[in-house]
């Protein structure tokens, strides 16, 4: 059986995988089995911060796997506690819980809201809002989270505790905290897997002031958002929120599972002894290679995400057969008068890997991507969308 055969065989059958067996890669290159090579413009779903096989990171995760690969959160490791230092440091929250996923950082901000809410305003006190359209994981609770019927049908019952509402219905949302005692709500800035859509920052600052007013949590999912994907550290600050909790992973290793829940002033002392716990969370090597993403997004690598953002938007906006460009940085979504899958298995055919977000094209590349390969994968995305 070659590579396709036995995936098929042996695999549960959730991914419907493109027919591409990728073999090794360099940067925002990589190869597939036949030797194809593609430019990727989908980074994993934006984890591969730096690329395929990038130095830096390999030697970051090289030297921490020869020192200690695993430890138990028995023990003291200094990658964890140096990069817990280092979220603290450049977001002014003030604890760190690590995890390995997106899903269960959001599980963890769902925990600490509803101890937050029952200690203080009674065990009622456990609705948590989210918004419509929004994504925050395939765990029952996150599933609950998630505001898209779809995906709740087939696995009831969820995890009660949670209402969603229209994003940018601050008179819905007010109504929900009428009827529910409400513990939290639960954010993306910029819905990644609804298609690549921003809240607006008028609700944003509503919420923002509506929470602290009734003592709500601000829970801000930057799972996919995170470390430097829009062109500034968080999606928050383009916002200027000060959110209580913020989840965070995808990005934030650079290639490996790390998943991180920062807790904010209100909440830094909730979970306590045997509150919560991860086997993994807080891995040295995941954490390394953390340190080691989070360390080059300076000022001057965010200005050249940002210029590259510039020129993705410059590119496509009035583009033929590209009726909209959303997003902010390198999350970017493309609304293409042909269906979204249709660019996509084009581009795919030409050379340059793109994901799609609902009935939009989706790119999320390297954040260190170079220029000559962006412009490349935008001559080859113009042409499939003008098709
Ligand atoms: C991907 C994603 C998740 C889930 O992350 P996993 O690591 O797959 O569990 C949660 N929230 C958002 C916003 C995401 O984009």
Redo the contacts with the bound molecule.
């Keep these: 059986m070659n590579t396709v055969e036995k995936d098929q065989t042996y695999i549960a059958g959730t991914y419907n995988r493109f027919p591409v067996e990728i073999v090794s890669g360099s940067g925002s290159l990589v190869t597939d089995v036949d030797q194809k090579q593609y430019i990727d413009m989908g980074s994993g779903?934006?984890v591969t911060s730096f690329g395929i096989a990038d130095t830096v990171w390999q030697n970051a995760v090289t030297e921490q796997m020869a020192k200690v690969q695993h430890m138990s959160n028995l023990y003291y490791t200094q990658p964890c506690a140096d990069l817990a230092a280092i979220l603290c440091e450049k977001t002014g929250m003030k604890k760190v819980f690590f995890s390995?996923?997106?899903?269960?950082?959001?599980e963890c901000a769902v925990k600490v809201a509803r101890k937050y809410a029952s200690e203080k305003h009674g065990t009622d006190c456990y609705t948590i809002v989210t918004l419509k359209n929004?994504?925050?994981?395939?765990?029952l609770t996150?599933l609950a989270a998630t505001g898209q019927d779809h995906y709740h049908e087939l696995f009831q019952p969820l995890t009660p505790g949670f209402v969603s509402v229209d994003a940018g219905d601050m008179a819905a949302l007010k109504s929900v905290c009428q009827e529910y005692k409400v513990a939290a709500v639960l954010i993306?800035c910029i819905?990644?897997?609804g298609g690549v859509v921003p809240v607006s920052s008028e609700f944003a600052q509503a919420l923002q002031q509506f929470c602290r007013e009734k003592d709500i949590l601000l829970m801000v999912?930057?799972?996919?958002?995170g470390n430097g994907r829009t062109g500034k550290l968080y999606a928050y600050m383009h916002y200027g929120l000060t959110p209580d909790i913020v989840?965070t992973?995808?990005g934030l290793a650079g290639g490996l599972?790390l998943?991180a829940t920062l807790l904010g002033e209100k909440v830094e002392h909730v979970l306590g002894f045997g509150d919560h716990g991860s086997t993994f969370g807080g891995n040295p090597v995941c954490c390394a290679a953390a340190i080691s993403i989070l360390k080059r997004l300076d000022d001057a690598f965010m200005a050249e995400v940002q210029a590259k953002s510039d020129f993705l938007f410059d590119s496509f906006q009035g583009a033929k057969g590209i009726e909209s460009v959303s997003g902010l940085g390198l999350m970017i979504g493309l609304k293409t008068a042909r269906p979204a899958a249709d660019v996509v298995g084009e581009c795919m055919k030409n050379g340059v890997l793109c994901l799609t977000a609902k009935n939009k094209v989706r790119l999320l590349p390297a954040l260190n991507i170079p220029m000559d390969l962006l412009r490349q994968a935008v001559a080859v995305l113009l042409k499939a969308c003008a098709e």
């Design positions: 779903i934006g390995n996923s997106g899903a269960e950082s959001n929004s994504f925050h994981g395939r765990t996150t993306e819905q990644g897997e999912d930057e799972v996919q958002t989840s992973a995808k599972p998943g």
